[in-house]
């Protein structure tokens, strides 16, 4: 009973920006809940992602790693997650040792989740990683799970000056697309529209990042959405990622995008 009201008043806290005492929190309530398995592992699941938005690589690693080895959700999710934050906290032969267990935990074959966790741990290990590359892959899930703005200025400022350093010719359109999202974090329109723009011509990573480009035309399009001179454009742009795309890792949850971001505008603009 303690330990659930725990966990509710972290959670609370978790959204605002008292990332730090919702951790608190959530460590006391791990400890408290220690004959509780599935309330211990709603609290792990908050530690990794806190961890992660505050790139607290050891912590999160930690964490993911637990669930890894006892979650009955999914453990290739979570084995790719511990191996991207191990390798992001500079332990790069876990890291490939963990790569090496997604492929043997993907269990649901048709589960867009298990299979991009097994596409990007192969990836990893082929390019054998490096830690820029992990930090790229945790930046990557914190923006597919549109968790970014919940990072601070400084720590987003972080990011990015790992991303610039970054130089694989594979990630250079994933790269483009993850800077230009931070500019947006950030309110620096200029530079977001530049980066998106860069994504969306990347043509070299297109067969191992199909998704980056309908991303990027997305971004583009809700930018340009949001001034009064270009809403026509940035319309068009929302229509062009919907339907000149096809086949690509998150394509439901894009499109799901792409509508409210068109609904929104019929609120204001009735047609
Ligand atoms: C991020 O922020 C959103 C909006 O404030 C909130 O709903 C969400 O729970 C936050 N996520 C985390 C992991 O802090
Ligand atoms: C997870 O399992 C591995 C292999 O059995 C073990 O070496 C590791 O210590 C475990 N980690 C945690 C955090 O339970």
């Known amino acids: 009973m303690i330990t659930v009201t725990c966990w509710c008043m972290c ?6 920006c008292h990332i ?3 951790l608190a929190c959530f460590h006391d309530a791990l400890e408290l809940a220690s004959d509780q398995r599935e309330i211990q592992h709603v609290c792990l699941y908050e530690i990794g992602w806190c961890s992660m938005i505050e790139m607290n690589f050891e912590d999160a690693y930690r964490s993911f790693e637990r669930l890894k080895n006892e979650s009955r959700w999914s453990q290739c999710y979570y084995a790719y997650l511990t191996g991207v934050c191990q390798g992001a906290s500079g332990d790069l032969d876990g890291a490939t040792g963990v790569f090496k267990d997604v492929q043997k935990l993907f269990k649901r074959k048709n589960n867009q989740i298990e299979q991009f966790a097994v596409k990007r741990a192969d990836r ?8 820029e590359l992990c930090i790229l892959g945790v930046i990557e899930v914190l923006y597919l799970w549109k968790a ?21 010719a594979s990630c250079r ?3 483009h697309l ?18 998106f723009q860069l994504a969306a011509r990347d043509d070299y990573g297109r067969q191992i990042n ?5 991303y990027a035309v997305y971004e583009l399009g809700c930018i340009l959405l949001a001034q009064p001179e270009t809403v026509g454009k940035g319309r068009s742009l929302l229509l062009q990622a919907k339907e000149d ?3 690509y890792d998150f394509e439901n949850r894009l499109h799901v995008r792409i509508h409210s971001a068109l609904a929104s505008l019929k609120e204001v603009v009735p047609q």
Not at 11 to 16: E, F, G, I, W
Not at 124 to 131: E, G, N
Not at 153 to 167: A, E, F, P, T, Y
């Open 173 to 175: 359109g994933l790269k």
């Open 20 to 22: 730090n005492s919702a």
């Open 245 to 247: 795309f096809t086949g």
């Open 210 to 214: 199909s998704y980056i480009q309908p």
């Open 124 to 131: 990893l290990r082929k390019i054998s990683p490096t830690r």
């Open 178 to 195: 993850l800077l230009g999202a931070i500019h947006k974090c950030h309110g620096n329109m200029r530079d977001a529209v530049q980066s």
């Open 11 to 16: 959670s609370l806290l978790c959204p605002q």
């Open 148 to 168: 970014l703005p919940n990072c601070s200025s400084s720590k987003l400022q972080i990011m990015n000056q790992v991303l610039q350093s970054v130089d694989e």
